[in-house]
Nanobody, 123 residues
């Protein structure tokens, strides 16, 4: 699976962005999908994940209630709706396709990665 992420940008604190990740190649609908991020000077961390059919979702505690992961298998696309953004959310965001059909929080469970999209939240 090849992945192309988009939708990042500069937003003020309290604002919203929606990231998109379009998959091509092998069948998208069989894979769990995830979003990760890497903030400046920090390790990449898990943000959100969704199982192949959307029945299971997982979130980083600090984004629960603010971020929502969703997917449209007909469009081979996974989304990350981000609301109430804060400067602490500033990072490069990566989408990833899982090795299995399930949602997962660990990078080792993902086999394909997008190129990343920059999200910058100003205070």
């Amino acid at each position: 699976v090849q992945l192309q992420a988009s939708g990042g940008g500069l937003v003020q604190a309290g604002g919203s962005l929606r990231l998109s990740c379009v998959a091509s190649g092998r069948i998208f609908s069989n894979n769990g999908m995830g979003w990760f991020r890497r903030a400046p000077g920090k390790e990449r961390e898990f943000v959100a994940a969704m199982s192949w059919n959307g029945s299971s979702t997982r979130y980083l505690d600090s984004v629960k209630g603010r971020f929502t992961i969703s997917r449209d298998n007909a469009k081979n696309t996974v989304y990350l709706q981000m609301n109430s953004l804060s400067p602490e959310d500033t990072a490069v965001y990566y989408c990833a396709a899982g090795r299995t059909a399930f949602s997962a929080t660990l990078e080792t469970y993902y086999r394909s990665w997008g190129q990343g999209t920059q999200v910058t939240v100003s205070s």
